[in-house]
T-cell receptor, first 110, second 114 residues
């Protein structure tokens, strides 16, 4: 079992819709969770981080964490074509090691 | 504040050669992590350094090594290059606050081994 799992996609959504990206992780002791966005040919950039169970909102983005189910998700409201990218889920498995999923490719079509 | 700087941006090497990649973290960041990114495997953790000490290492052969200097700049070295080492190598720095400090990535070094 991989430490961090994501559906590779592509996830295709129409402009203006809600995109839902999911991630599961195997280490129950993980405490910190991050979402990164990576455009083709670019390096990953941080979108959000979440440490506590529940929801965390930042603009059009909402991160959701359920430690009991070992599940973290990212919702993108009012999706735009510029949101088309690969979204990487990352889990802090130790204080000095961050493990990434292989990413979900999101396509937002006009 | 300047971001994470990686040099060079592109490298072409031949099998059997060695290569050294360089990374300058964001000013004030003392933790530097290195990742290998390939289309099939995604981002794979190589190692992490803090205050010139390697604190964690991923599942890579001993041909992959690194070091960190007193000014937090870091280098990674790959010896006896293989075709499978062709990848994007990403360096990331963080403040490191006990595991709740996000990584900030450089633009990467794209290594091609022929």
């Amino acid at each position: 079992q991989k430490e961090v799992e994501q559906n590779s996609g592509p996830l295709s959504v129409p402009e203006g819709a809600i995109a839902s990206l999911n991630c599961t992780y195997s280490d129950r002791g993980s405490q910190s969770f991050f979402w990164y966005r990576q455009y083709s040919g670019k390096s990953p950039e941080l979108i959000m981080f979440i440490y506590s169970n529940g929801d965390k909102e930042d603009g059009r983005f909402t991160a959701q964490l359920n430690k009991a189910s070992q599940y973290v998700s990212l919702l993108i409201r009012d999706s735009q074509p510029s949101d088309s990218a690969t979204y990487l889920c990352a889990v802090q498995v130790t204080a000095d090691k961050l493990i990434f999923g292989t990413g979900t490719r999101l396509q937002v079509f006009p | 504040k300047a971001g994470v700087t990686q040099t060079p941006r592109y490298l072409i090497k031949t099998r059997g050669q060695q290569v050294t990649l360089s990374c300058s973290p964001i000013s004030g960041h003392r933790s530097v992590s290195w990742y290998q990114q390939t289309p099939g495997q995604g981002l794979q953790f190589l190692f992490e350094y803090f205050s010139e000490t390697q604190r964690n290492k991923g599942n890579f052969p001993g041909r992959f090594s690194g070091r960190q200097f007193s000014n937090s700049r870091s280098e990674m070295n790959v010896s006896t290059l293989e075709l499978g080492d062709s990848a994007l190598y990403l360096c990331a720095s963080s403040l490191w606050t006990g595991g709740k400090s996000p990584l900030h990535f450089g633009n990467g070094t794209r290594l091609t081994v022929t």
